[in-house]
């Protein structure tokens, strides 16, 4: 009788094989989740949903529009549809594409509600940029434009009217919902002034204003954003409401109000200017005032939120040592400045307000 010797790792295989169910579709499913990542990219790059709008049409036909060559598009639109992202009615050359509702809702330009700009920008900025993260993590250095001409992210972008306007409009429209939620979870109607600090478009207080008339607003943000500013709050006719101010959060003093608001600006620093911009905000606010910071939160455990910690490795992309962080990290910091209180609401998907009290 023959007796088979085990390798030391055909036994560790046996092992597991005994122990658990072994599946590699994870693995897999994440390491080509670029693939689907850039077909829907590319779909908004290509403006197709909106090209969408209230019709349907046969790939032959979407391609001709799109400028797209014979070969990928059924392949490409095929995709979209096995993703989600559209719906088909029929099959083969007379099967027409349509927007799902979600798509329609947030990525046709013609939707109130279009979060496009930040694809946009994912797409054009920040894709490319990954594919540095290795170097990222072994340098602790930025891998953006700052690598490629020495210029900081912000002097780049805020340079250029056209990319100022895409980022501002990437870093407001994703931002909606959370706002909006805000608005109806936060005691508002017990204070008459908020500040929102980094304001760019002025959408924070745009939005809540709707939701609490009695609410006055300062929207701060840089001088080149003022313009930008000021043409979205005359159009939701607010002038009276919102006034869009001009300055540097870390030169000038922040604005006396009752609150304070940070949408996604403290993950945008290091800890020592992190911590500069809330002893700025409790300098400003009378006692009983508030500060609210709305991130992507990470869990204090560091297991469950994905995206804020990818959110992180973002910052670790664009600034170097800027970070995301988790509520823990948060009230620490606060109760360094002198804050007694503190709260946590949870927002829309991976997103919070982080709230603490004077």
């Known amino acids: 009788m023959r007796t088979e010797v085990l390798s030391p790792k055909s036994q560790h295989d046996v092992q597991l094989n005994n122990s658990v169910?072994?599946?590699?579709?994870?693995?897999?499913?994440?390491?080509?989740?670029?693939?689907?990542?850039?077909?829907?990219?590319?779909?908004?790059?290509?403006?197709?949903?909106?090209?969408?709008?209230?019709?349907?049409?046969?790939?032959?036909?979407?391609?001709?529009?799109?400028?797209?060559?014979?070969?990928?598009?059924?392949?490409?639109?095929?995709?979209?549809?096995?993703?989600?992202?559209?719906?088909?009615?029929?099959?083969g050359p007379s099967g027409k594409y349509k927007n799902t509702p979600n798509s329609s809702a947030f990525l046709n330009k013609n939707s109130r509600l279009y979060i496009g700009g930040m694809p946009e920008m994912l797409n054009n900025r920040l894709f490319g940029f990954w594919n540095n993260l290795g170097e990222a993590l072994k340098t602790g250095q930025p891998q953006n434009e700052i690598k490629h001409n020495g210029k900081p992210i912000f002097e780049e972008l805020y340079s250029d009217e056209v990319r100022l306007g895409q980022f501002l409009d990437a870093m407001t429209g994703f931002q909606a919902a959370n706002f909006q939620i805000l608005g109806e979870k936060f005691h508002f109607e017990n204070y008459t002034a908020v500040s929102d600090i980094g304001g760019a478009l002025a959408l924070l207080s745009r939005i809540i204003a709707?939701?609490?008339?009695?609410?006055?607003?300062?929207?701060?943000?840089?001088?080149?954003?003022?313009?930008?500013?000021?043409?979205?709050?005359?159009?939701d006719g607010l002038t009276d409401r919102i006034t869009a101010t001009g300055g540097d959060f870390f030169a000038d003093d922040f604005p006396k109000s009752d609150v304070i608001t940070m949408g996604n600006i403290l993950h945008d620093w290091n800890l020592q200017n992190k911590k500069i911009l809330i002893k700025k905000a409790y300098d400003a606010l009378p006692e009983g005032g508030v500060l609210i910071a709305i991130e992507n939160l990470i869990d204090d455990a560091r297991r469950e939120n994905l995206f804020g910690m990818l959110m992180s490795l973002n910052m670790l992309i664009e600034f170097g040592d800027a970070f995301d962080y988790s509520g823990q990290d948060f009230r620490d910091w606060c109760k360094e400045a002198g804050f007694k209180h503190f709260e946590m609401i949870h927002l829309a998907g991976p997103s919070s307000a982080a709230i603490a009290y004077k």
Do not use: C
């Open 21 to 91: 169910e072994l599946n590699p579709d994870h693995i897999m499913q994440t390491a080509t989740a670029f693939w689907s990542s850039k077909v829907l990219l590319t779909a908004v790059e290509f403006d197709l949903f909106t090209v969408l709008d209230q019709t349907a049409m046969t790939a032959e036909q979407l391609g001709k529009k799109l400028g797209l060559h014979p070969r990928g598009i059924y392949d490409f639109f095929d995709a979209l549809v096995a993703s989600g992202f559209l719906e088909r009615q029929g099959d």
């Open 210 to 235: 709707r939701q609490h008339p009695h609410l006055q607003f300062n929207s701060l943000d840089l001088p080149q954003v003022l313009p930008l500013a000021q043409e979205q709050i005359e159009k």
